[in-house]
């Protein structure tokens, strides 16, 4: 979990899967779900959900 510099109440994850088949694969569990409305009910605005492609990475 990383948080917006400068803005204290906006937190982001980012949850990396090895392909997009996987990730919707993920998306249709149902303990995927239950957790999604946990944390939704942590939220003032709800969760906002983004489909990023990564474009390059750097090795560790």
């Known amino acids: 979990m990383t948080r917006w510099a400068g803005v204290i109440r906006r ?10 088949e996987a990730a919707m ?6 303990e995927t779900g239950e957790f999604a409305r946990q944390m939704a ?8 959900f983004q489909n990023l492609e ?3 990475t750097f090795p560790a």
């Open 41 to 48: 009910a942590l939220c003032s605005n709800g969760p906002e």
């Open 11 to 20: 937190l982001v994850t980012i949850v990396e899967f090895p392909s997009y």
């Open 25 to 30: 694969a993920n998306s249709e569990l149902p």
């Open 54 to 56: 990564v474009k390059r």
